[in-house]
């Protein structure tokens, strides 16, 4: 399995980006897939998943902000983020999760300013 995360850039305070995360390989509706963040100096932590049946969590940070979404004919999750904060500047990873397997994506930046 392989996962290619897009979509990051630099965005001012109160602006929105889309990630996109590509999976490829032997990848199926099965895997719960989601995405986490690490920002300089700080641990990864988990941002939003979305599991095989459809079922969606949030971390609190970015609840009411933040849609995910995923495109199983596609393979493809997604992240919308809206409302952006600074504290939401990181590295924005894809992961992809089936019984004991674990792939993540590489990274994709996200710089919010103001």
């Known amino acids: 399995v392989q996962l290619q995360a897009s979509g990051g850039g630099l965005v001012q305070a109160g602006g929105s980006l889309r990630l996109s995360c590509a999976g490829s390989g032997d990848i199926h509706e099965g895997y719960t897939m989601g995405w986490y963040r690490q920002a300089p100096g700080k641990k990864r932590e988990f941002v939003a998943s979305?599991?095989?049946?459809?079922?969606?969590s949030y971390s609190d940070s970015v609840k009411g902000r933040f849609t995910i979404s995923r495109d199983n004919a596609k393979n493809t999750l997604y992240l919308q983020m809206n409302s952006l904060k600074l504290e939401d500047s990181a590295v924005y990873s894809c992961?992809?999760?089936?019984?004991?397997?674990?792939?993540w994506g590489n990274g994709t930046l996200v710089t919010v300013s103001s």
């Open positions: 979305v599991a095989s049946g459809g079922q969606i």
């Open positions: 992961n992809a999760r089936y019984t004991f397997y674990s792939f």
